[in-house]
């Protein structure tokens, strides 16, 4: 689906067979951690997606601030993990204006005039039912430390998300320095979007780090050869 956007501000998907949808506003402005964001223009980047036939993006207030969430409606049937989804749109935009959940439904609910209805839509509610299990390792275990402190929570599970407990796009900045002071690991902000959870990001930074080590090994090696030229 390629998404569009007309003179009056309306998003739209235009599939192969030349109709468009409606999709929503893009001028319905709301407020993510002090940066203006457009639900209507996040929600055409996710319908943009391959695999993605419509989108729809809302804000929703959380005890910590308002936060994206994001509804995506599949091509094929084949659904995508939501991580991925996440990742290819942090590829794109700003990190304010990624969903912090991705729900993926087999149609959009709609009111009798053909609009989203979004009093329908099912809460993309935060995976803390699943969240109980304890970290695991040494990693996962000084990385929850660093959650706790940043995120004001007394606990967090190896698959509790990021953003589902309130995390943010200048919180994730701070995780990324704290991660990179206290563990040594350089990480770049689109993989905290793309490994949400506390065992996602704990098994992905190690690659991340052997890249690091890799790159400057390799920064070594043609310094040595410059050297050796002289």
């Known amino acids: 689906m390629v998404a569009v956007s007309t003179a009056q501000g309306i998003v739209c998907g235009a599939r192969r067979t030349a109709f ?10 709301v407020k993510i951690r002090g940066f203006r964001v ?12 391959p695999g993605v036939r419509q989108a729809a993006v809302v804000a929703d207030a ?16 084949r659904r995508t993990d939501p991580a991925e989804l996440r990742r290819a749109l942090a590829a794109v ?11 993926w439904l087999d149609a959009l ?11 329908a839509l099912p809460k993309a509610d935060a995976p803390v039912a699943v969240a109980a299990e304890p970290p695991q390792g040494d990693l996962e275990t000084r990385l929850a430390a660093i959650w ?9 599970g190896r698959h509790d998300n990021f953003f589902a407990l309130g995390g943010h796009s200048l919180l994730a900045v701070q995780l990324l320095s704290r991660i990179q002071g206290e563990l040594g690991i350089d990480a770049p902000l689109a ?19 052997r890249h690091a080590d890799e790159a400057a090994l390799l920064e070594l090696e043609a310094f040595a050869n410059t050297l050796e030229s002289v």
């Open 62 to 77: 959380t005890p910590t601030g308002m936060q994206l969430a994001g509804y995506a409606v599949p091509e094929d049937g």
């Open 191 to 209: 993989l905290l979007f793309g490994a949400g959870t506390l065992a996602e990001l704990a098994a992905a930074l190690p690659a991340q780090h």
């Open 109 to 119: 609910p709609l009111t009798a005039n053909g609009k989203l209805d979004r009093r």
């Open 20 to 29: 468009f949808e409606y999709l929503g506003r893009i001028d319905d402005q």
């Open 148 to 156: 706790q402190d940043l995120l004001g929570v007394p606990t967090v």
């Open 38 to 49: 457009e639900p209507g223009e996040v929600a055409a980047q996710l319908a943009a997606l």
């Open 93 to 103: 935009l700003p990190g304010n204006m990624v969903p912090a959940t991705i729900v």
